[in-house]
């Protein structure tokens, strides 16, 4: 389209803007007004690739709402290129809408859920770094900020990590309207000052007027030749278009009432409805094929009672399941030594990624490869991924498939100390909609527990232990998530003692030292804590007179609580 085309355009989207939000009674339209001109731009003049007729194409450039509340434009612009009708524009926010108050995987061309913000931006590195390294696509990801979020330190280990993986094929978009929720952000409309912070990071930065569309052409010629991550910051005017609502405090997520309404659409004037616009064809670009038939030498052989630590099995468990899944990626966060996720850089370093003491974006990053359809290994202390723990909340909304592994679990760490100890991670990975937590006890479990956690689909959280443990099953054993194991059992049993990691070692050897006095009880493996074997807890429930749970984990949200919340109908004390 061209220059006077485009602007026609701008002026319908604004116009479906304030229609949508005014029918919904709430949403962000002064926002999404800011962005519109920069937007149309992009996604109309003929930079944007995409095949609307096949979202899953590998080979479409990727969008992302990093300011999510901005949802309205982000809706209206599908409406502009004919993929969304005008009609169902105006179900936004309705309970049985798509269209919901910030962009979720219910609307099929979101690329991924935002409105936490800040995390647009590492989810976009992943998408690039998925082109640039793993796919080799020729596709572009273009990532729209909000001024406000530049305050986040996450956007700035995002932009750290494109500069690391030098990721041309990345374009963000700052839309720099000033004004936040409750007033001015932190600098305002001092472009000169993102400009030096962002040169700093190592981008190339590309100023521009949002309003002014020979800027906005002429930004639009510079980003088709880059050759390292873009960022455009582009000064706009909050509510740009109605005169009331422009760059005027107090109405950030404030919809126009239908009085309101009718003075803005008499501001916008007469648009053409019927108007619509294209994107440009993909380039073409072709998968890899996988070629990987797993590889039986690089398959461990472990004995009973020989010991090896979990987190170094964890390590041998990559090596054998990236020889036979070509989708499997390992990322890390500078512990790599100490979780052992460098082994898998022994089969394939290409397929090794660190992030540096960057957990936020770390787990941003995995969110957009496994949008591109890959299965990122997450890996760090345990403790750690409570920093991150918005990015992994947000995952589950995008429908991310991603395997967590937090190493150094618990008190049995020892000597490092309170700081380093995980002691609220099963809690946190439990409270997650359709999880998985295991906790392996050994290295046979840990590696058939890796395995069963990428054949999951979802968010799954592996618990590994600095210390060495002995080797308790035998390598033909079977493990199953929602699972357990019953180590020692006899009719005579008086408890059951439940233990999962390093503390199923000590009930063993509790079980042992009772033995010596005639006292039976049993001993089970609860190496799923999520989902839970039920079943063989029931049984336990009502053929022992009490259980004791022994776990390397703080009271609330462990396995202690997990067994009490599942057997609620049974009558049986629990320690």
């Known amino acids: 389209m061209n220059t006077p085309q485009l602007q026609e355009l701008a002026r319908l989207v604004r116009t479906w803007i304030v229609e949508s939000t005014t029918a919904a009674g709430s949403g962000h339209p002064s ?152 007033g001015e952000t932190m600098v305002g409309h001092d472009l000169a000052h993102y400009r030096a912070k962002f040169e700093a990071f190592g981008w190339s930065v590309v100023e521009i007027d949002g309003h002014d569309w020979e800027e906005i052409q002429s930004m639009l010629s510079q980003l088709q030749s880059r050759t390292q991550p873009t960022v455009v910051l582009a000064k706009t005017l909050k509510g740009k278009g109605i005169s009331f609502v422009e760059n005027k405090d107090g109405w950030h997520g404030k919809a126009l009432s239908e009085e309101d309404a009718t003075k803005a659409y008499a501001e916008i004037g007469e648009v053409d409805r019927s108007l619509r616009g294209q994107f440009a064809t993909p380039e073409e670009g072709q998968l890899p094929a996988p070629d990987l038939t797993g590889n039986a030498d690089l398959y461990p052989r472990y004995e009973r009672g020989q010991l090896l630590a979990t987190r170094k099995a964890y390590g041998q468990a990559l090596k054998v399941l990236s020889s036979g899944y070509a989708n499997l990626v390992a990322l890390d966060a500078e512990v790599s030594n100490s979780t052992y996720s460098a082994e898998i850089k022994e089969v394939d370093p290409g397929r090794f990624f660190e992030m540096y003491i960057a957990e936020q974006n770390m787990v941003g990053v995995a969110t957009g490869l496994a949008r591109r359809g890959k299965k990122p290994f997450v890996s760090t202390f345990a403790a750690f991924f409570s920093r991150a723990y918005d990015q992994i909340r947000m995952g589950q909304y995008s429908e991310a498939n991603i395997a967590f592994v937090g190493s150094h679990a618990g008190v049995s760490i020892g000597e490092d100390g309170s700081s380093q100890m995980g002691l609220e991670d099963i809690s946190m990975f439990r409270s997650l909609l359709d999880s998985v937590v295991v906790y392996p006890s050994d290295a046979v479990s840990t590696l058939k527990l890796a395995d069963k956690m990428y054949q999951h689909t979802g968010i799954s959280y592996m618990r590994t232990t600095r210390m060495d443990t002995p080797v308790l099953y035998e390598e033909s054993e079977e493990f199953v998530i929602g699972g357990s194991k019953v180590l020692r059992r006899s009719e005579r049993d008086l408890v059951t003692i439940i233990g999962a990691g390093v503390t199923l070692h000590q009930a063993i050897e509790a079980y042992e030292m009772l033995q010596e006095q005639g006292i039976h009880v049993r001993v089970i493996d609860l190496y799923s804590i999520k989902p839970i074997d039920l079943a063989t807890l029931t049984e336990a429930a009502r053929e022992t007179s009490t259980l004791i749970t022994v776990e390397d984990h703080g009271e609330a949200g462990g396995i202690g609580e997990a067994i009490r919340s599942a057997l609620e109908g049974e009558r049986i004390p629990i320690y």
């Not at 509340?69 to 169902?88: F, N």
């Not at 910030?102 to 800040?118: I, Q, V």
């Not at 590195?125 to 020729?138: E, F, S, T």
């Open 31 to 182: 926002s999404s007004l800011s962005a519109t001109d920069l937007m149309v731009g992009l996604l109309f003049s003929g930079l944007f690739r995409y095949d609307l007729d096949d979202p899953e194409n590998p080979n479409n450039d990727r969008l992302i709402f990093s300011k999510g509340h901005a949802s309205p434009l982000y809706y209206a612009l599908w409406v502009a290129a004919g993929a969304v009708s005008p009609e169902q524009l105006l179900t936004l926010r309705q309970f049985d809408s798509v269209l919901e108050g910030h962009p979720t995987m219910r609307f099929d061309y979101t690329e991924a859920a935002t409105g936490s913000l800040g995390q647009g931006l590492s989810i976009g590195v992943g998408m690039a770094i998925n082109a640039k390294y793993l796919d080799k696509l020729p596709y572009t990801t273009y990532v729209l900020l909000g001024d406000s979020e530049l305050a986040e330190g996450s956007v700035w280990e995002a932009l750290d990590s494109a500069r690391e993986y030098d990721l041309d094929n990345l374009v963000a978009i700052v839309d720099v309207n000033r004004l936040g929720q409750r």
